[in-house]
């Protein structure tokens, strides 16, 4: 079975994405407020639970179009299962 990407292609993708990463991570200045502020503690978590909500929230919102898009609007018009239409 042949890979359907090839060693130099991803290395290509992986460039290509990090670099779109790393300019979104880069454009935007620091502001003073930003540098002046104490490091966060060893003990404080990664994620607050505001992105913890915003994440699932998101991961929510993806799910509901993709299981719309595979189960209903994937269906040709006229085809069996639509209602009101088909043989």
Not at 10 to 25: E, G, P
Not at 27 to 48: F, I, N
Not at 80 to 87: A, H, M, T
Request: avoid cysteine; aromatic fraction near 6%; charged fraction near 15%.
């Amino acid at each position: 079975q042949d890979s359907p990407l090839k060693a130099v292609q991803m290395l290509w993708v992986n460039l290509i994405m990090d670099t779109f990463a790393s300019l979104a991570l880069a454009t935007e200045p620091p502001t003073e407020a930003l540098l002046l502020r104490q490091p966060y503690g060893r003990d404080k978590p990664l994620v607050s639970p505001t992105m913890l909500k915003n994440i699932l929230g998101h991961a929510a919102y993806q799910l509901v179009v993709i299981f719309a898009l595979l189960f209903v609007g994937a269906r040709p018009r006229g085809a069996p299962g639509r209602r009101g239409e088909g043989p």
